[in-house]
């Protein structure tokens, strides 16, 4: 049989970088960083990453500290530490580098890129997205200022701080023995059918969170759950919490508001990926992972 495709840890979550959070209060130290040629930069237009195409295929360091005048901009972001080297990333929205990069979205580079490279882009595009929807208090409406190497923003008027926000939602395959269902939103593209997913909401615990996911989008109640793994979601700032949830093999109500349809599928329908009535999710997401995790076990 094969095994699902994105084994945690999944696509965009960071590895192999030591984050150096002490390093974020340390101005010379980062200042010299800032000037290091070994220091690493990854930058980002409008969210999109600039890439260098190279014979070996996308290069999302094609920057460096000599082709940005010999100096990094004091407003990068610090993201840590890759074998030593400094790592920033750098919002270059509304410039032109002067060099012949291009523009592509994160989720296209997926396929082409190691995890690892992969993981600092998604933690690069989720600050930066941060950075520039948080530039002004939300208690007395003054201008912030960037402190911590852009890992908070505080007021100069009334001293509110303010730090990344991450969203935490829960993103669940239901099954019943040799049965499970997926959904469809107006917004997938077509053909495809996924797990069910909601954000959490305030003063909610996860499992109170995907029961009434579940209820709300198709009428079922769970009678069991098990957390699985989880997927950071910088689009722009979600955390996805994966589970799988039991309940019994009955009609579905659909939530129209929510899905325009959702099915209970036998294994036997999704196996043969030549055959499968619908198209499964992109296998850089967890909810594919999710899905071939269930399919491919052994039952
Ligand atoms: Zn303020």
Not at 93 to 104: F, I, M, N, Y
């Amino acid at each position: 049989m094969p095994v699902p495709n994105n084994p945690p840890p999944h696509i965009y979550t960071t590895v192999g970088l030591e984050r150096a959070a002490d390093r974020r209060r340390d101005p010379d130290w980062l200042a010299q960083k800032r000037r290091d040629p070994k220091s690493l930069v990854v930058a980002l237009h409008d969210l999109r990453v600039l890439i260098a195409d190279r014979a070996s295929g996308p290069d999302p360091f094609a920057l460096t500290v000599a082709s940005l005048g010999g100096e990094i901009p004091q407003e990068s972001v610090f993201l840590g530490l890759l074998e030593e080297r400094a790592v920033f990333a750098l919002d270059m929205s509304g410039e032109s580098s002067g060099l012949a990069l291009r523009a592509v979205e994160l989720r296209a580079l997926a396929p082409l890129l190691p995890a690892r490279e992969l993981g600092l882009l998604a933690y690069a595009r989720a600050l930066l997205h941060w950075g520039a929807m948080q530039r002004f208090c939300g208690r007395c409406g003054g201008t912030l200022v960037v402190g911590e190497a852009g890992h908070m923003r505080w007021c100069p008027s009334c001293r509110a701080e303010f730090f990344p926000r991450t969203d935490p939602a829960v993103i669940v395959l239901v099954t019943a023995c040799e049965h499970c269902v997926l959904g469809r939103s107006p917004r997938f593209p077509p053909g495809v059918y996924s797990t069910l997913a909601g954000f959490v909401e305030p003063g909610e615990s996860l499992e109170a969170a995907v029961a009434r996911e579940i209820r709300e989008e198709v009428g079922l109640e769970i009678e069991g759950l098990d957390y699985r793994s989880s997927q950071p979601w910088p689009f722009p700032q979600s955390l996805m919490l994966g589970f799988r949830a039991r309940a019994r093999l009955e009609p579905l109500r659909i939530d129209a508001r929510e899905l325009e349809d959702a099915r209970w599928f036998h294994r036997r329908e999704l196996l043969d990926e030549h055959h499968r009535p619908v198209r499964l999710p992109a296998p850089d997401s967890i909810a594919r992972y999710l899905i071939e995790e269930w399919l491919f076990e052994d039952s």
